[in-house]
């Protein structure tokens, strides 16, 4: 374990079909490092994970939709109690997928509490998400109920619809057990939010350190619609990282450390000591 002060604090921010404990916290016999949490904290960070509204631990009432603003709502309420906890200064954030979204709207409402924030597997407008086009076609069936259910069959389309053989063969299978550990169904708000409500993050208003991270083979987020976000960016401490041999749930792929190293580079970037307008 580390021994020394906190290099800092990551909020890790879970996606549509998945609560935060497997997808940041996966537990694997005699392989630690599967959880991304582990990581981070044997390397001297603080890290935490929630489960948004709808999913996990968190209150699963029919009546909750969970949208992307109210997982933006739910980052700001994680933010306030580990505040509560005595952590002090803002926060390193991380989120995937629908996850991504929730997180960039945190960070868009609440700059004074994110200090940098990675998003992964993102979609901004979903031009060019084959992915998306597929789920479009059920949107009216999404729309009737606050739910879907949730399978194993599901879980494994997840790993083998954008390139089979990416997923890493020790994680699949506890993932998807630790998932349907949490949740039998999952609430529909990021997917009809995501097929029929963007764009719902303005770049232009992310002005702290980005890292835009796309996994080669990801279905969902576009390279060009990743890069034309990219471009408004304002903050010149900007990066975009593409992930050689990585479809969609990056942490859970063979090629996961390739993940980990782009987020802790990111996140241990030396202090800007020039800045425009310095003499």
């Given amino acids: 374990m580390?021994?020394?002060?906190?290099?800092?604090?990551?909020?890790?921010?879970?996606?549509?079909?998945?609560?935060?404990?497997?997808?940041?916290?996966?537990?694997?016999?005699?392989?630690?490092?599967?959880?991304?949490?582990?990581?981070?904290?044997?390397r001297g960070f603080d890290t935490w994970c929630f489960d948004c509204r709808g999913y996990g631990r968190s209150y699963k009432g029919d009546d909750v939709l969970a949208t992307i603003s109210d997982g933006a709502d739910d980052a700001l309420a994680a933010a306030?109690?580990?505040?509560?906890?005595?952590?002090?200064?803002?926060?390193?954030?991380?989120?995937?997928?629908?996850?991504?979204l929730r997180a960039a709207l945190f960070s868009q409402r609440n700059p004074d509490r994110v200090a940098r924030v990675a998003l992964d597997a993102m979609v901004w407008t979903g031009k060019g998400s084959p992915t998306l086009e597929q789920r479009r076609t059920k949107l009216d069936q999404w729309r009737g109920t606050t739910?879907?259910?949730?399978?194993?069959?599901?879980?494994?389309?997840?790993?083998?619809?954008d390139h089979p053989g990416t997923v890493h063969d020790d994680f699949a299978q506890p993932f998807i057990d630790q998932v349907l550990e949490l949740d039998d169904s999952m609430p529909n708000g990021t997917y009809i939010d995501m097929c029929a409500n963007l764009p719902l993050v303005d770049p232009a208003k992310l002005a702290m350190p980005v890292a835009i991270m796309r996994g080669e083979y990801d279905g969902i987020a576009s390279m060009e619609d990743l890069l034309d976000f990219f471009a408004l960016l304002p903050n010149a401490d900007k990066e975009f990282a593409v992930m050689p041999g990585i479809s969609h749930a990056s942490f859970a792929q063979k090629n996961f450390m390739i993940a980990y190293q782009i987020l802790h580079a990111?996140?241990?970037?030396?202090?800007?000591?020039?800045?425009?307008?310095?003499?």
Avoid: C
């Fill in 2 to 42: 580390f021994d020394g002060p906190s290099r800092g604090t990551i909020l890790f921010v879970h996606g549509s079909s998945m609560a935060s404990q497997p997808t940041f916290d996966l537990q694997v016999e005699s392989k630690p490092y599967a959880s991304v949490m582990n990581w981070f904290a044997s």
């Fill in 80 to 100: 306030e109690y580990i505040a509560d906890q005595g952590v002090e200064g803002p926060l390193l954030v991380y989120g995937i997928s629908s996850g991504a």
């Fill in 147 to 161: 739910r879907r259910p949730q399978n194993a069959e599901f879980m494994w389309s997840i790993f083998n619809r």
């Fill in 266 to 279: 990111f996140y241990t970037r030396p202090k800007q000591l020039y800045r425009v307008g310095d003499h």
